[in-house]
């Protein structure tokens, strides 16, 4: 996680961008959300969808099958080879390794602290697509109750990988939240 909290305020930093909106899509969001509550000032407002909010060892386990190489390419090439690409020039099946490995952490016991959420003070929308399954609903509609300026959000139709997210909808939404 730090390494994502660190790079995303470099970010910031480079770019000269003293406060911002965030969307963050799944782990996007988690780190969103933690960054929220260690650097306030540097995030207005975040919105998440499909973020992933409670973990264990089981969570973990389930979800890292999900990034398993062989299998990927034994039962879905096509997704391995857009994996090849989007990840070039790195390898693809090293990314899904580590992947994997963060998850565990996660899952061990490195998530965010219990009381992240309840330090978070700047408004955060909780998206949750309805055919999500990935995140349940009530794991988002928890954490959103946990954050002072937190609501929960549903989004009918959307899926989890965002490749299957109707992009209309998405930026509806968006524009919603971010007005």
């Not at 009530?138 to 959000?153: N, W």
Request: proline share 6%.
């Amino acid at each position: 996680m730090r390494l994502f909290s660190d790079a995303v305020l470099r970010f910031l930093q480079d770019h000269h961008l003293p406060q911002v909106n965030i969307f963050g899509y799944s782990m996007g969001g988690y780190v969103a959300l933690g960054l929220a509550a260690e650097h306030p000032a540097r995030l207005q407002k975040i919105v998440t969808l499909g973020t992933k909010l409670d973990w264990s060892p089981e969570v973990a386990a389930g979800m890292s099958r999900m990034f398993d190489p062989e299998k990927i390419q034994a039962k879905v090439p096509q997704f391995a080879e857009m994996l090849a690409r989007t990840h070039a020039p790195a390898d693809w099946k090293a990314v899904c390794r580590y992947t994997t490995a963060f998850l565990h952490d996660l899952g061990n016991g490195h998530r965010l602290p219990a009381d992240t959420f309840g330090r978070i003070a700047g408004p955060v929308t909780i998206g949750w697509g309805e055919l999500d399954n990935v995140v349940t609903m009530e794991e988002s509609r928890r954490i959103a109750t946990q954050i002072p300026l937190g609501k929960f959000q549903l989004l009918e139709g959307m899926k989890h990988p965002l490749e299957q997210v109707d992009a209309e909808s998405l930026a509806a939404f968006l524009m919603t939240e971010f007005g």
